[in-house]
């Protein structure tokens, strides 16, 4: 009786396994291979060689880049590099990128790690920037402003909080799912919505990162969206199954939400007191992740990736795909979804964002090149 007892058991235990390994491949689109859809007028941009995870552009064309992030599980070119924030302006024939110095009596450049990026401009035109940052391990979001004319950085402040978690452990070795080690990281993207007020994803639940690495397994959507101000934090969306790119309407009534894992862009609409009600969703067959919004047309750019096991499981002989989406008129009923771009990885590695700017498309990786097109 308690040999059938374990049997029982360990059957239905493998059927649930078997059962969550489908529905994990699923959720990564493991078997997906991509269409290519082609652009004419592309290059590859010179002094970009370990990502451009995150992209922002002023509505004067000129573009604030975030490159070399490490990220758990993800491939980095650079690893033993600090990460750096590029400035290219989008306005020249043939645009470059330069580094961007910063400066900061209390900022330790040598941990920077720049992951999500987003603008603020004031009234007086001064230019903000966030920064998520995980530096030593953490995650922080760091207040930068921009002094044009230098070319440079002034760091302001740097932002914890418990709600914007820094949970990344080096002391545990076990990954269920690979066998390798694991670390964790929380805060993924930032939309500002005042020099220190801003929205902000954490894209997974749990501290522990072998809790973790079965909550990305086991499909656990508890990730969420957290709103900060100096006076009030407070999580204002959950449910998320991996949480990732945010951004606003160009009027400031809606915040749109990348969902990663479950393939899907949410729309809120955002109250006077900050809260979020959720509008709709809109479902794709890819993993959504950063969200660029056209200042004029209100269109929504995103970069995805076509397999996620591809950019979660690197391999050279058969690297990560890149796509980008272009969405126009997404509060209506009947919202337009185009495929602008879609390759295999010969060119573009790990597409995690696209921007455009007077006809001109931006667009940024994880860990790979950054690729420029003429529309």
């Keep these: 009786m308690a040999k059938l007892l374990v049997l029982t058991i360990l059957g239905v235990g493998l059927a649930l396994f078997r059962d ?13 291979e991509i269409k290519p859809v082609e652009l004419p007028n592309c290059k590859l941009v010179k002094g970009i060689e370990a990502g451009s995870e995150d992209l922002e552009i002023l509505r004067n064309g000129l573009a604030f880049i975030s490159s070399g ?10 690893s033993n590099e600090p990460g750096k924030i590029l400035l290219m302006d989008l306005n020249e024939e043939e645009p470059t990128v330069l580094v961007l110095k910063i400066k900061g009596s209390n900022f330790d450049l040598s941990s920077f790690n720049p992951h999500g990026i987003s603008t603020f401009t004031d009234e007086d035109n001064t230019v903000y920037l966030l920064v998520v940052n995980h530096p030593y391990l953490k995650s922080t979001v760091e207040l930068f402003k921009f002094q044009e004319e230098e070319k440079s950085l002034l760091h302001l402040k740097t932002i914890k909080h418990q709600l914007l978690p820094k949970y990344w ?22 939309v500002a919505v005042g020099p220190e007020h801003f929205y902000a994803t954490n894209d997974h639940y749990f501290v522990d990162p072998y809790l973790r690495s079965w909550e990305i397994y086991l499909g656990l959507a508890w990730s969420n969206v957290v709103y900060y101000s100096p006076n009030e ?17 160009p009027d400031g009534k809606y915040v749109y939400v990348a969902e990663l894992l479950a393939h899907k862009i949410h729309v809120y609409e955002k109250h006077a007191n900050w809260t979020l009600t959720p509008l709709k969703s809109l479902d794709f067959d890819t993993l959504v992740d950063n969200i660029s919004v056209d200042p004029v047309t209100g269109d929504l750019w995103i970069g995805c990736h076509p ?18 989406l272009r969405i126009q008129n997404i509060l209506t009923e009947e919202p337009k979804v185009t495929v602008v771009y879609a390759e295999n990885g010969t060119v573009l590695q790990g597409s995690s964002v696209a921007s455009v700017y007077k006809g001109k498309l931006l667009t940024g990786t994880v860990f790979h090149k950054a690729l420029y097109c003429k529309l």
């Design 69 to 78: 992030l490490k990220y758990p599980q993800i491939k980095s070119f650079e």
């Design 307 to 324: 397999n996620g096991m591809k950019i979660f499981f690197y391999d050279p002989e058969n690297p990560p795909g890149s796509e980008v």
């Design 169 to 190: 452990d080096m002391s545990y070795s076990y990954f269920p799912l690979t066998g390798g080690s694991q670390q964790s990281t929380c805060v993924n993207d930032i």
């Design 233 to 249: 934090v407070r999580v204002v969306a959950d449910g998320f199954d991996f949480a990732n790119g945010i951004n606003v309407s």
């Design 20 to 32: 969550h390994r489908s529905s994990y491949q699923t959720r990564m689109a493991a078997f997906r």
